[in-house]
């Protein structure tokens, strides 16, 4: 089923595509029902959390076990290789790099090794 969204801002040109991921009447996924069919099941099933009570229609909540947590993991993983937080902002569809700063100020790595090479480089 094709898609038509903006494409590489909120504001971009209107870009038409197929997906790739499709639920299965091959529109596209719903997060909540991603969420809980597929995501969920396959954490309990790796024993990450705890498999659904005989019963019961739901898994335990937690923000940090949803999907949100791959948002997470992607920024994360910029973040380490390098990448600027105001790119990362954008990537993520902050309009403020402030907010990205305040979000994941913790996952930046530290700088003091690049920071020791730039003075020693100026000297040598």
Do not use: C
Request: aromatic share 8%; hydrophobic share 40%.
């Amino acid at each position: 089923m094709p898609v038509t969204l903006p494409w590489g801002t909120q504001a971009g040109e209107l870009v038409t595509k197929r997906l790739l991921f499709t639920a299965p009447m091959g529109n596209h996924i719903w997060r909540n029902m991603f969420n809980s069919d597929e995501w969920k099941p396959a954490l309990a099933a790796a024993g990450v959390i705890p498999a659904r009570k005989q019963g019961e229609q739901t898994y335990a909540s937690a923000r940090e076990h949803g999907m949100h947590a791959l948002r997470h993991f992607y920024a994360s993983v910029l973040l380490d290789a390098g990448e600027n937080v105001k790119a990362l902002a954008e990537y993520l569809g902050h309009t403020d790099p402030g907010l990205t700063l305040r979000v994941y100020a913790h996952l930046m790595p530290t700088s003091s090794r690049r920071t020791m090479q730039a003075i020693s480089a100026v000297y040598h």
